[in-house]
């Protein structure tokens, strides 16, 4: 070591040739998924997480390969003796994940979305061979003794509170938009008007008392489900997310994990609600739902690029599902930045379903957003084209009007602006930023009476808005919750 010490203190050009030879050698063992251009080291993500049986077991020695999406480079990792496997200086991309063992079935999963910088925990669980799960079917509970929950969950709700003031982050379009996608969120519970899933019985040929006890346990967290379903309809929230949290713990099954977060975020714990779906999602892996959920949850935290990575993954399960690229449209909307994966799964969506208005519409407002200015002819021109087919296929589409009039502003064509502000307002009156941009634009061609009437119309819609928004506040209950280890409440609206 002293000689290596000397040997640098020589030359600085010899210090600088040491590092350089460093650079080249680490980048020798770099698999070629992530060669490219040189880049710091903080824009490569990582992913690791654990590799388990279906009795919650670490399996050690386990293949694990992480493939990037068409393509053929692949690199691959082994799980250590506490079953944790890691990759290392992977760049952003799509990927597919799968790990192997003998003994047991190939568990694959696409796809697997890293971004620049992230740090990605994904736990994967296999089953013995001898019994394989379905194709394509999450990982299923162990037949062997009664299910269990994962591990303990780190928060603790502790009581409610009302929504009076509790303000929100952004401006008031995008706490709308956080509060009717939370209840969007809800509205695909498994549970809504059908009896709780409450998991697979027990494995034909089990012990009596082993079956016994498995059945006994999915009873009890069917029962713990029904009660949550009742106090929620009663407004007892405080009481039906506890229902659900006993139900989900009794019995992690997919319905039960999901009606638990969706609880919480239909009532503002946007933090523990991301726990949940979040496990969720190492359970299932392919639920649609549960994904869409999460993005929303994300969202509802502030966080628009973990919100659209969430739902873009959502989307990739099932391309033609179009629930998942109707969120992902819904939040992009309303934000200014878009992130590259939205586009290119609200180009599939349109692709797919040309026919479908919002189709269109968002991906409309898509490319009007990645414009690169007033001169960007060309992504304006698209932009229209697909605006305008929106509101072909659904002339009610009042958005659609108000963002064509939106783009005519911009180019100063204030007559088409005029016309399709008020096809817009025509096809849904209570639009009031229709409103607000009409009076604008009749200011600029010189009707300045018609524009005091449109921004009256607009102020009085605004503030009937503001004040349902706050009317739900306070005869919602939020949850009053605390991190465990961090002994803060979250009582803040995301």
Known sequence: MRRLYLTLARSRFLASHLATCLLVA??????????????????????????????????????VYLQLKNGPQTISAHSDATGIYRFSWVRGGIYLLRVEKAGYTQVAISPCVLGP????????????????????????????????????????????????????HGSNTIVRTKESLAK??????????????????PAPGSSGDTAQQGSALLDQAGQHHLRGDIAEKSGDSLEAVREYQKAAELN????NLFDWGAELLLHRAAEPAIEVFSKGIRLFPHSARMLV??????????????????????????PDDPEPALFLGKIQSVETNQSECSVERLKRFVK?????????????????????????????????????????????????????????????????????????????????????????????????????????????????????????????RQFVYTLRGAGAAGTQSR
């Open 352 to 476: 797919l379903q040309p026919e479908n208005a919002l189709a269109n519409y968002y991906y409309g407002v898509n490319l009007w957003k990645r414009r690169k200015g007033p001169d960007d002819a060309e992504t304006v021109a698209q932009a229209e084209s697909y605006l305008m087919r929106a509101v072909q296929l659904d002339p009610k589409l009042g958005v659609g009007y108000l963002q064509l009039g939106v783009l005519y502003s911009e180019r100063k064509d204030f007559s088409r602006a005029i016309s399709s502000y008020q096809s817009g307002i025509q096809a849904s009156p209570q639009l009031e930023e229709a409103h607000y941009r009409l009076a604008q634009a009749y200011k600029r061609t010189g009707e300045r009476e018609k524009a005091e009437v449109e921004l009256r119309v607009y102020n009085r819609i605004s503030k009937s808005k503001d004040e349902e928004v706050e009317r739900e506040r306070r005869e919602s």
């Open 184 to 201: 969007e969120v809800a509205t695909l519970s498994a549970s809504a008007g059908k009896p709780p899933i409450t998991g697979p019985p």
């Open 117 to 168: 910088k992230e740090a990605k925990r994904v736990d994967l669980t296999l089953e013995a061979s001898k019994n394989p799960p379905p194709q394509g079917s999450p990982s299923a509970q162990s037949d062997q003794g009664p299910p269990e929950f994962f591990d303990e969950p780190q928060f603790t709700v502790a009581g409610v509170t009302d929504g009076t003031n509790l303000g929100g």
């Open 252 to 255: 992690p099954s997919e319905a």
């Open 26 to 63: 680490i980048a020798l063992c770099v698999p070629s998924v992530i060669h490219g251009q040189s880049q710091a080291s903080a824009d490569y993500a990582t992913l690791e997480g654990s590799v388990r049986d279906s009795g919650g077991r670490p399996v050690a020695g386990a293949a």
């Open 293 to 318: 959920a999460l993005g929303v949850a994300w969202y509802s935290n502030g966080s628009y690029d973990q919100a659209a990575e969430r739902l873009c993954e959502a989307s990739d399960l099932n």
